[in-house]
């Protein structure tokens, strides 16, 4: 039975949709695709933006959307299990739990979302592709795409083929052997990871990897806070943040900045709550005045589910994209300004001597600092910098949260490390209420990276892996994300295989990464439900299904066996490791686990090249954590500890004032203002993520706490922006972004009046990519600059669809 809002294969005598070819489409061998989906705005529906966040309407939300898509049971159920002890991690962001008692509806809206979208009722069948060329699929929308369905069986797409068909397990991991195995160096092949891959998975897919003999391991992390790791790293020679969940309630003064906790973490505004409880004063940074980081109604309390909000943000500094640095230089200006009128009154100089270097730099870098500038170039008055620098002044337990907001510009790396200067300065580090908290976005990306999921792994890692496992692994960096577009674009990776996630929209300029895409001879997709990224291939393409969070990976009873379910593992954001198991049936009988397909796929590639067992990995997964517990620190006794109620931590130096770096302290270090020269008519877009979606994913049409429905392909602008364009409110326009010598539009998009700087602009991500180039980067982490990008906005003249 075909899922309800199942549209067939137009007859050959009806007219297909006229599309503007050179704009959205790509030809290949498959028939033509389209890297885009080019919605008319002409349904959008807007109100004034929300001024509280959660309470009653996200509980029923989070209901409507798991019956509706999995059913009143099995839409139920599984909630029950999220994130407790014994049961199931979130599949969405990777918030921590609480390490003692939970809540019974520990959840969010947005995990019972997640939640709701794996546990479809709806099958995506081979009857299904057998009606739906890709050429006819690639015209669907990416919502579309994602709502028919769970995949439930291996499918491949043949050379010159137009539909994908049936292919056996066996058959499958024999074609990718095939493929990796005739290439010319295992430097043409590159090995993708999604932050949703469990710690297993990931450990088994490095080894296999390197095994292989590459380090391309490009991974989500390279999109999003890979400026935060550089940035920690070269400050503290740590990576992670150091604050605990039960940080929140001894804080006295919390800055989140760059981040829309309401729709991308909603937990986190509970422990916003228990700061404000505790006495703390918060500090809100953002373009935009997200209804989340105002005002919050907990819906774990009776007064929340009535409507009752507490406030949150005591001070909002509404700064200009990329306006980070020139904010935080002008707090530490302040501060010591204060501290030469009056020795002593302001900085941590206990700290400083002790455990710093670097503070003569600093000091010099921030007394020349000119006002002005400062003031200019983040948006903000001396008034307000005044205000904040002295509740800085006032206080020692710091807390400063960030998100992409803050990494995902040219100078991404100094944004996270002049505000690394501020936590030095008051000593806000290693002490109960303080410290970094860096907000990771999916559920195990940061596991994936302490997993060995890197391109440019350290020396000391690949020793234990080499002393573990009997092999030398590879000692040359490989590809991150970017670089692996640019070698396939340029014919130097052939075949790209994919753990989880959708790469194609996840990347920077998407008509560049679909070319390169199509280039290769062989993409490799492991998920759930099918997206562009399975339409826009190599020469051949596979679709391997896998099981989710929620459900069952059953071993069934051998001679010498009896049945058992094999249970997973993921690190939160504050560097916890627990277990994950699944407990309700599969939705479908052919679906492997993440694992155990990764474990097959290497035993069949690798052959007698290999000193593992992967079939038994593949069977056992504590025999994957036997090897993780040989390479990864603070994992010696993994299957032991993980098996813990609430899992535990993994070491992290900074938390105890230890810093491994160069000098064995923590580096002051001096951040240049960024110089942003916009042109007449010119704006600083960022993209931003709707109430109703989860990084590519695309749960629905609706941005509730911004007031938008209906419609994605939206520009907010500011009234006096689009007044001085000769624009109207609801107008249809093309977006042209302007990177050195390049241009790029993106057609069709619809003027959204909405209360952001002026100058600035607000797109959805990942609609707006397009816009995005592939060489604009952070200088540092290379991380794309998805939060500031130079546009023009003109009235529309695209084709009519």
Not at 486 to 510: C, I, P, Q, W, Y
Request: overall charge negative.
């Amino acid at each position: 039975m075909e899922p309800s809002n199942y549209r067939p294969e137009p007859k050959p005598d009806e007219p297909t949709p006229e599309t503007p070819e050179t704009q959205l489409s790509l030809k290949s061998e498959h028939g033509p695709v389209q890297f885009e989906h080019p919605e008319h705005p002409l349904h959008l529906k807007q109100h004034a933006p929300e001024k509280k966040a959660t309470g009653l309407p996200a509980v029923l939300n989070s209901f409507y959307y798991s019956w509706s898509e999995a059913g009143l049971i099995r839409g139920t159920l599984p909630l029950l299990q999220l994130n407790q002890k014994n049961g199931f991690d979130c599949p969405g962001c990777a918030w921590p739990d609480p390490d003692g008692k939970r809540s019974a509806f520990d959840f969010c809206e947005n995990g019972a979302k997640a939640v709701a979208h794996e546990s479809d009722q709806r099958r995506l069948t081979a009857d299904f592709f057998a009606k739906n060329s890709i050429a006819h699929l690639s015209r669907e929308s990416d919502y579309w795409l994602e709502q028919q369905g769970r995949l439930t069986e291996p499918m491949v797409l043949r050379p010159g083929a137009t539909h994908y068909k049936p292919i056996s397990w066996d058959d499958a991991f024999a074609l990718i052997a095939e493929e990796l195995n005739g290439l010319d160096s295992p430097n043409e092949a590159a090995f993708y990871t999604s932050g949703k891959a469990t710690n297993e998975a990931a450990f088994a897919y490095q080894l296999f990897v390197r095994q292989f003999g590459t380090n391309n391991l490009p991974d989500c992390s390279n999109m999003c806070h890979e400026s935060s790791g550089a940035a920690l790293s070269k400050v503290f020679g740590f990576g992670k943040g150091t604050v605990k969940l039960e940080d929140f309630k001894e804080a006295e003064l919390v800055f989140v900045v760059g981040q829309n906790p309401g729709t991308n973490h909603p937990r986190q505004l509970t422990a916003l709550q228990e700061s404000k409880r505790h006495g703390a004063r918060i500090i809100s940074v953002n373009p935009l005045p997200e209804t989340g980081l105002m005002s919050f109604m907990n819906p774990q309390e009776p007064s929340g589910m009535l409507g009752i909000a507490t406030k949150l943000t005591d001070l909002f500094l509404q700064v200009k994209i990329n306006g980070d640095v020139p904010l935080f230089k002008g707090l530490l200006k302040r501060l010591v300004e204060w501290e030469d009128e009056q020795p002593g009154s302001t900085l941590n100089w206990d700290y400083i001597h002790k455990h710093t270097t670097g503070i003569d730099e600093l000091l010099a870098d921030v007394r020349t600092a000119n006002w002005d500038d400062i003031v200019a170039g983040s948006g903000i008055s001396r008034d307000q910098i005044e205000t904040a620098a002295s509740w800085v002044k006032q206080s020692e337990r710091i807390i400063i949260c960030w998100c992409l907001g803050v990494t995902q510009h040219r100078n991404g790396t100094q944004n996270v490390q002049e505000m690394m200067n501020l936590l030095m300065l008051k000593g806000s580090i290693a002490k109960p209420g303080a410290g970094p908290c860096c907000v990771r976005g999916h559920s195990n990306v940061q596991g994936d990276r302490t997993m060995g999921v890197w391109e440019r792994p350290k020396a000391e890692f690949l020793d234990k892996l080499a002393k573990a496992f009997s092999f030398e692994p590879p000692r040359e960096h490989g590809a991150d994300s970017q670089k692996t577009v640019l070698a396939m674009h340029e014919g130097r990776v052939k075949v790209l295989v994919s753990l989880g996630g959708n790469f194609l929209m996840a990347l920077s300029d998407t008509r560049f990464t679909a070319e390169a895409l199509q280039k290769t001879r062989l993409t490799v997709r492991i998920g759930t439900k099918l997206n562009r990224a399975d339409l826009v291939t190599g020469r051949q393409s596979l679709i391997l299904p896998c099981l989710g969070r929620t459900e069952e990976d059953l071993r069934p009873a051998t001679p010498t066996q009896p049945a058992r379910v094999q249970f997973t593992s993921t690190e939160n954001s504050m560097g916890v490791v627990q277990w994950s198991t699944g407990r309700f049936a599969p939705a479908s009988t052919e679906l492997l686990g993440e694992p155990d397909i990764i474990c097959r796929m290497a035993n069949a590639v690798l052959g007698t090249r290999t000193t593992i067992d992967w079939l038994a990995w593949a069977d056992e997964y504590d025999n994957i954590r036997d090897g993780i517990a040989k390479v990864i620190p603070g994992c010696e006794n993994y299957n032991r500890d993980v098996r813990l109620p609430g899992g535990f931590y993994l070491p992290n130096p900074p938390r105890e004032n230890r810093y491994p770096t160069p000098t064995g302290k923590a580096l002051f270090t001096v951040n240049p203002l960024p110089r942003h020269q916009l042109q007449p008519g010119q704006l600083a877009m960022t993209t931003v993520r709707s109430h109703d979606q989860f990084n590519t994913t695309i749960y629905g049409l609706h941005d509730r706490y911004r007031g938008l429905h209906y419609e994605r392909r939206v520009v907010m602008m500011h009234a006096d922006d689009i007044k001085d364009r000769g624009l109207k409110p609801l107008q249809k326009v093309d977006v042209t972004s302007h990177f050195e010598d390049q241009q790029r539009t993106a057609h069709s998009f619809v003027v959204v009046e909405y209360p952001i700087p002026r100058g600035n602009a607000a797109m959805y991500y990942p609609e707006a990519n397009v816009l995005i180039p592939i060489g604009s980067t952070d200088s540092v982490s290379n991380c794309p600059t998805f939060k500031h990008t130079v546009i023009t906005v003109a009235p529309a003249k695209t084709v009519e669809l």
